[in-house]
Nanobody, 122 residues
C-alpha cells in the first residue's frame, strides 16, 4: 500500500511559480497513475491533472492547461506539479493521489497524500 507525502506549498505573489512534490513510499510507484487535485474553501475537489504510469501521457484539467506541468520521476518515486503564472483563484489545498489503473476522477484514486496549502496573493 503506497503512502504519499506532499511538499512545496506556501504563499506566493500572483504571477509567481511553485513546484509541489509528492514522494511515494511503501509501494511500486511506477505501477500507479498519479493525480493532482485541489480544493478551495466551499468548493468541490477538482482535478488538476493526472500522469500515466510512465509519465508519457498527462491529462490536464481546464484550470491547469497552459500554466501547470505534471511530471514524475519513477527512479525517485516522486511526482511533481510545476505551477507558473499563478493567480489568486489558484489558492487551494493541493493533493496528490495514486490509482492502480487509469483514473481522472477523485473516486478512482485509492491513495491520497495529506495536502498542502497554496495561497496566491494578489
Amino acid at each position: 500500500q503506497v503512502q504519499l507525502a506532499v511538499s512545496g506549498g506556501g504563499l506566493v505573489q500572483a504571477g509567481g511559480s511553485l513546484r509541489l512534490s509528492c514522494a511515494a513510499s511503501g509501494g511500486s510507484f511506477s505501477s500507479y497513475t498519479m493525480g493532482w487535485f485541489r480544493q478551495a474553501p466551499g468548493k468541490q475537489r477538482e482535478l488538476v491533472g493526472a500522469s500515466s504510469r510512465t509519465g508519457g501521457g498527462v491529462y490536464y484539467g481546464d484550470s491547469a492547461k497552459g500554466r501547470f506541468t505534471i511530471s514524475r520521476d519513477n527512479a525517485k518515486d516522486t511526482a511533481y506539479l510545476q505551477m507558473k503564472r499563478l493567480k489568486p483563484e489558484d489558492t487551494a489545498v493541493y493533493y496528490c493521489a495514486a490509482a492502480k489503473g487509469e483514473a481522472v476522477a477523485p473516486t478512482e484514486f485509492s491513495f491520497w497524500g495529506q495536502g498542502t496549502q497554496v495561497t496566491v496573493a494578489s
